[in-house]
C-alpha cells in the first residue's frame, strides 16, 4: 500500500470513527481519545490531519460539498436538477449525510449545500417569479430551501422510504403552487 493509499485509509478510518460517535452523542460530547480509540491509532496521527473533533466535522463537510460542486454541471440550472442530484448524493453516501443531518451534527449543513446552489439556480427562479425585487427572489429562494431542508431532513430521518422522484415532485408542485400566490 503506498503513501497515498495509507493516508487515505487513516483519514477515512478516522472519519468513520467521528461518524459512528457522532451517531450516539453530540459533536461537543465527541473526544479525540474515543476517536483514536475506535480508529486504533494514536492521537499524534490524528493530530496531523484535525486539530480537534470540530475540524473534523468542517472537513468531512467540506468534502461533500466538494463533491456536489464537482457534480455540478452547467445543464442543471433548474431547481428539480439540483434538488435531485442532492438527493442522490445523499442517498450514495446515506450514514454520513444521516448522521450529520442529526440533532447531533451540524443544523446549518444542509442550509450550506442550499447556499451553494443558489447562484445555479437563481436563474431558474427569475424565470418562474419575474414579478419579484431580486431581494424579493433571493429571500423566496432561501424560503424553498428551508422548506426543502425540512423536507430532506424528514426523508433521511425517516429512512429515504419514498423514491426520490415522488419527493422531488412534491417540492415542485410547492413550488408552484407558491407561484399562484405571487
Known sequence: ?????????TKMVIMDSFISLLKKKPLNKVTVKEICDIAEINRATFYKYYNDPFDLLEKIEQELLLQLRKNLNPSMNSFRD???????SIQA??????TLFSNNGDSQFLVRIFTLFYDHVSHDTNRQFPTLSPTEQEWLYY????GCN???T???SSGMKESMDEVTAFAEHLIANINTYL
Not at 82 to 88: E, N, P, R, T
Not at 93 to 98: G, P, V
Open 154 to 156: 424528514h426523508w433521511i
Open 82 to 88: 439540483v434538488f435531485m442530484l442532492i438527493m442522490k
Open 93 to 98: 453516501d446515506y450514514e454520513k449525510y444521516q
Open 143 to 146: 424560503f424553498m430551501a428551508h
Open 150 to 152: 425540512g423536507i430532506l
Open 1 to 9: 500500500m503506498g503513501l497515498d493509499a495509507r493516508i487515505r485509509y
